[in-house]
């Protein structure tokens, strides 16, 4: 991966998790989420990209950055799960056809501890941001040939 692609899946994944985060909000608000984020830090297109095998992103961030994006980032999964188990996992076990005529309802003592939750990701979710925000101006300081 050379360094403008490098940038670009930053900022895709960037998107992706603010994306994530917009998803639990509208799950807290009553709105239909599909496709909800995989519990694994791992199993994320993020946690996908940032262990995969042939990276260098360690090489590329430096071991700091890229360790605090580690912790970072499974901090985020660690809270999106509390807010999955509320949220998504209901509906997870419903068969096709109710999840077709109804939305389980979920109790409202479970939204409020939801908006508490919630308010951790957002913190966890800007934290990120900001971590990975530092990795890109590292990424966009090197030269080219570090990429090849």
Same mark, same amino acid.
């Given at each position: 991966m050379n360094k403008t692609q490098t940038i670009e899946k930053m900022?895709? $994944?960037k998107k992706n998790h603010i994306a994530q985060t917009d998803k639990v909000f509208d799950a807290i608000h009553g709105r239909k989420?599909?496709?909800p984020t995989a519990l694994s830090h791992k199993e994320c297109e993020f946690g996908e990209w940032l262990?995969?095998?042939?990276?260098?992103l360690r090489d590329l961030f430096?071991?700091? /950055?890229?360790?605090?994006l580690?912790? $970072?980032?499974?901090q985020?999964?660690?809270?999106?799960?509390?807010? /999955?188990? $509320?949220l998504f996992e209901k509906q997870q076990s419903q068969s096709f056809l109710s999840k077709m005529i109804s939305s389980p309802k979920i109790d409202p003592l479970?939204?409020?501890?939801?908006?508490?939750y919630y308010s951790n990701?957002?913190?966890?979710?800007?934290?990120?941001?900001?971590?990975?925000?530092?990795?890109?101006?590292? $990424?966009?300081?090197?030269?080219?040939?570090r990429f090849i």
């Open positions: 900022n895709m $994944i989420v599909h496709k262990y995969s095998k042939n990276n260098r430096g071991s700091m /950055f890229f360790e605090k580690e912790l $970072i980032h499974e985020w999964h660690k809270e999106y799960a509390k807010l /999955f188990k $509320i479970e939204i409020d501890k939801a908006k508490l990701l957002k913190e966890t979710t800007s934290e990120l941001l900001k971590t990975f925000e530092l990795c890109e101006k590292r $990424i966009l300081a090197l030269n080219e040939e």
